[in-house]
């Protein structure tokens, strides 16, 4: 057996091993977005709603949809430009749930930290 032929091996063993332990996904990566979650989606690099209401004084899910191949993520900003959460850095087409603490009400920017020209409006109410 060549040594390229001994690494593909190892390659399929090792991806099969984390199959078996449960290891195949990253565990913010989710399939469809929790009930209640706030939707936001990135597209042609925008966020595509240009507001999105959350509940105040309670903790909630932001769904985020990255549906092009370029990188985005979801910085959640006070008014005073200091994060409240911030969610990975990912292309896609790709979607990831960010958890979010509760927010006094009032108003907040969604913003990409890899485009900080692209940014949309939360509002806590």
Request: proline share 7%; aromatic share 8%.
């Amino acid at each position: 057996m060549t040594l390229s032929k001994y690494f593909a091996a190892a390659v399929v063993v090792t991806a099969a091993a984390f199959v078996a332990l449960g290891c195949e996904s990253s565990p913010t990566l989710q399939s469809s977005p929790p009930p209640g979650a706030v939707m936001v989606s990135a597209n042609q690099q925008q966020f595509e709603q240009a507001v999105v209401n959350a509940p105040a004084a309670a903790a909630f899910t932001i769904w985020f949809e990255n549906r092009e191949a370029v990188p985005h993520n979801v910085n959640l900003v006070d008014a005073a430009g200091a994060s409240q959460a911030k969610g990975d850095i990912f292309s896609g087409p790709a979607a990831r749930a960010l958890e979010v603490t509760a927010l006094a009400p009032g108003n907040y920017r969604l913003i990409c930290d890899v485009h900080p020209d692209m940014s949309a409006q939360l509002i806590a109410e």
